[in-house]
């Protein structure tokens, strides 16, 4: 028995969601092997043979991969698919465009969004927007499973000596084409992977109130900044600061909350964080019942001074 895992990276190193894939892939059990495609993504390959727990990688390098566009990627993976008892993607855009069409191609149903491994066959997910947990087992020969990162640790990125396999690039199908990418620049550490994340809410009023009132505060605990989807929705934060269902799920060591009310969908993104503190002048929202610590007070006023104390 042995587990595929598909690499996420950018050419040059492997991104954060893999290391939580290959701790999913370890709790299965047998094996596991990492598929890094791409072009010119030697340096990738090699990051990936020093995670702890990969005994191979699988390197496919060609202009076909270069962009990471889902049919290619799908094709590639396709190739080696035979050889493996179970195969995961991070649950992220990428992974969540490519995933589908292994397993249409396999003619398996796909395991979406696991948070826990029971056993090689068993899995746990989150549904109802995380108000249940189900628990899926699967008689597939082959697994394809999409593997929600903030239900597993990293695993380490030293301590591993797995050997760099090289194989031919899966040729370009035709059926898409790289068109460009825009990417946002920002300072901050990356909303999934920071250890500590400010979100505000409606509750901010405006644009420029949330930004004077997130703004310091993050900077003073080197911090993400994050979003409900009414802040967004609101134009008070871009759309890619979203926390919560439709947005971003994270997990960060801590979450504060200000004038986030706590609707189902936005908890659904942030309760698996491991302290949350919330402050809401509305003694009843929402936001309480999973605070671990909870203010109830004016942010207006409570934000400056928690900044001019910090």
Known sequence: MTSLVIAEHDNASIKSATLNTVTAAL?????????????NASAAAQAAAQIAGVSKVIHADGASLKDGLAENIAAQVLAIASNYSHILFPATASGKNAAPRVAAKLDVAQISDITKVDSADTFERPIYAGNAIATVQSSDKIKVIT??????DAAATTGGSAQVEQLA????NGKSSFVGREVTKNDRPELTAAKIIVSGGRALGSSEKFQE???PLADKLGAAIGA???????????????VGQTGKIVAPQLYIALGISGAIQHLAGMKDSKV??????????????VADY????????AVPELVQAL
């Open 169 to 172: 690039a899966a040729g370009d």
């Open 228 to 242: 409900s989807r009414a802040a967004v929705d609101a134009g008070y934060a871009p759309n890619d600061l979203q």
């Open 294 to 301: 909870g203010l109830e007070a004016d942010l207006f006023q």
């Open 276 to 289: 949350i503190v919330a402050i809401n002048k509305d003694p009843e929202a929402p936001i309480f019942s």
């Open 147 to 152: 593997v929600r990162g903030t239900g597993f």
């Open 27 to 39: 709790a299965c059990g047998g094996d596991v092997h990492v598929l890094v495609a791409g072009e």
């Open 213 to 215: 009132v997130i703004t």
